[in-house]
């Protein structure tokens, strides 16, 4: 599905299943938060912390598409459409970063 079509599958569900969306800050705070049960799974999993057993069954994935889906919520409620924006930085970083990497020690 193209963002656009997320973009839109996002408000359908709002108008099918929602009142409304929730205000902006609302959705910035929930966006942090989703962000943050995105950051203990990555901690805990792949991080030198200790994954605690109630957070085994945690689903990255399923959590990733929280963080998708307050996005696309943003997006909607402010008018941008986020697949124009998301072509147009995608342009940006070839140009600006087409060779920054290649070099990078770090990466090797």
């Known amino acids: ?3 656009k079509g997320a973009q839109q ?10 009142v409304r969306y929730f205000d902006e800050l609302t959705n910035m705070a929930q966006l942090t938060e989703e962000v ?8 805990r999993r792949y991080g ?17 598409a929280d963080v ?4 696309l919520c943003l997006a909607n409620q402010t008018g941008i459409d986020l697949e124009a924006s998301f072509n147009r930085k995608l ?3 070839a140009r ?11 990466l090797k």
């Open 68 to 71: 998708v889906f307050v996005v």
């Open 9 to 18: 599958a996002v408000d359908n569900w709002i108008q099918a299943h929602g």
């Open 36 to 43: 943050g049960e995105v950051a203990r799974i990555i901690a």
């Open 48 to 64: 030198e912390q200790s994954e605690k057993e109630s957070d085994r069954e945690k689903d990255l994935g399923e959590e990733l």
């Open 96 to 106: 600006r970063d087409h060779d920054r990497h290649q070099g990078n020690e770090k």
């Open 91 to 93: 342009e940006l970083k």
């Open 1 to 3: 599905m193209e963002l």
